[in-house]
């Protein structure tokens, strides 16, 4: 594990998936609660930091950037590694992304792909017509 001060993104990173956060500010013992403070519909998620411990309190939010979008490869990798039971990042940040299930009218399942650090989204079919298994 890394020691000393989390940059934000690694903070974000670790609230995105609801990993511990310690605290360590002046040796402080405490674990930091992140509180999701987004909408349903928001592209880029935003949790409010806080340590119980000493107090301390913080905000991490996404950087919005949405240009250029995925391009196919990156797609594919990032389905390939969903496949396998891996966490796909996103390639621009090395955010995880979220695969979330949609309803599909034609029994297909369908995706959409997130990612709540640079608000990136796009829906695949699945599996993805490029993906030869
Ligand atoms: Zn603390
Ligand atoms: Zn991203």
Redesign the pocket.
């Known amino acids: 594990m890394s020691t000393g001060h989390d940059t934000t993104h690694r903070l974000f990173v670790k609230a995105i998936q609801h990993e511990g956060i310690s605290c360590g500010r002046d040796g402080c013992p405490g674990t930091v609660d992140a509180i999701d403070q987004s909408q349903t519909r928001d592209r880029i998620k935003t949790f409010e930091l806080h340590c119980e411990s000493c107090g301390w309190r913080s905000r991490v939010t996404?950087q919005e950037?949405l240009a250029p979008p995925w391009d196919n490869a990156a797609l594919e990798l990032m389905a390939d590694e969903h496949l396998l039971h891996q966490q796909p990042v996103?390639?621009?940040?090395d955010?995880p992304?979220v695969f979330i299930s949609m309803p599909n009218p034609r029994r297909k399942a369908k995706y959409r792909v997130a990612?709540f650090?640079?608000?990136?989204q796009t829906e695949m079919e699945w599996p993805p017509p490029e993906s030869k298994r």
């Open positions: 996404g950037q996103c390639p621009f940040d955010t992304v990612c650090y640079c608000g990136r």
